[in-house]
């Protein structure tokens, strides 16, 4: 569809804009790419400097959202925001970005080629005409938007003080359900989330099940928690095994990692680089950070080979 503006009692308005509790409904939306589907909406927010865990479990958790009949809310940010954009698109699912500018300005740049594809795909929706520059207090204003056009909001990684901790205020406020997924207490990312947890403001998520569970259990498709998961039994030698249950979210050394296992360094570098072609584990930098499936593999019962 072209270019249009819709205004309350058009039969494309969202009529859960109209309840955003104390944040005022927008006057007017312009919109862009397909008409504004009846289908459960989830927001995904998140950090613009995401960890590849965040990167990880936002792609794990949108694409198990899409399979069940979620579409994707997000601000077209950089980090999560355009990680769950695409995660939703790559799943063969409907994304519909909130922006904080006009229709027809390119910000951020990198996510232009984005941009064109929710425009193809999905839906680009803002309260700002045209020619409208992406000012600073745009962006709080565009979060009642994305929280309210949801059935929940769910943050993947933010600071105490970040603009996915005001939309999930916002949710709050508005009666919507709140999820979090739990980081790190060492990664200054994962403090909001955390926080929204320990204040019992989210419902902790580690796989998309937890949502299900919450808001929409006839959305749960068989296995719903193992979506994306391969099944097939994971054989790992000693060596592996061992420094895998070192590796976190955030990055371990390999002369940390020797100390820790009092293991020679060649050990160690043979089990790393087996784990890193074997994408259980990421290098980063001077050290290394275990991946999504490691997680996943750490967390199962995984089959010993013998020791070589």
């Known amino acids: 569809m072209t270019n249009r503006t819709l205004r309350r009692g058009d039969a494309e308005w969202p009529s859960q804009l109209d309840e955003l509790g104390a944040a005022r409904p927008p006057q007017a939306l312009y919109v862009d790419g397909r008409e504004i589907p009846h289908q459960p909406l989830m927001a995904v927010v998140g950090s613009r400097r995401p960890t590849i ?3 990880d479990a936002t792609k794990t958790l949108v694409t198990g959202l899409v399979e069940a009949g979620f ?3 997000s601000g077209m940010a950089a980090g999560i925001d355009a990680a769950a954009h695409e995660a939703a698109l790559d799943a063969g699912g409907y994304t519909l970005a909130v922006l904080g500018f006009g229709l027809d300005v390119d910000y951020p740049r990198r996510n232009a080629d984005l941009k064109r594809r929710i425009r193809e795909q999905g839906t680009l929706v803002t309260e700002y005409e045209a020619g409208v520059q992406p000012y600073k207090s745009h962006f709080p204003e565009r979060n009642r938007i994305i929280a309210g056009l949801a059935l929940g909001t769910l943050v993947v990684e933010g600071g105490i003080k970040s603009g996915a901790l005001i939309t999930a205020r916002i949710a ?11 980081g790190s207490f060492r990664n200054v990312m994962s403090a909001g989330s955390n926080e929204l947890i320990r204040a019992s403001q ?7 099940r937890h949502i299900f569970e919450e808001l929409a259990p006839e959305f749960v498709p068989v296995d719903a928690g193992e979506l994306g998961v391969e099944k097939k039994r994971v054989e790992l030698d000693d060596n592996e095994a061992s420094v895998l249950s070192l590796l976190d979210d955030v990055t371990v050394s390999p002369d ?3 100390r820790e296992l009092q293991c020679e360094t060649g050990r160690v570098a043979l089990a790393l680089a087996r ?7 990421l290098r980063r930098g001077i050290g290394y950070q275990i991946t999504a499936a490691g997680a996943r593999v750490r967390g199962a019962d995984v089959c010993p080979e013998a020791s070589r």
């Open 53 to 55: 865990a965040g990167l």
């Open 71 to 73: 579409g994707i809310v």
């Open 172 to 182: 709050l406020d508005a009666n919507r359900s709140v999820f979090a997924v739990p």
């Open 202 to 208: 989210a419902g902790l998520v580690t796989e998309v």
């Open 256 to 258: 940390r990692i020797c």
């Open 275 to 281: 784990l890193e072609m074997r994408g259980l584990a």
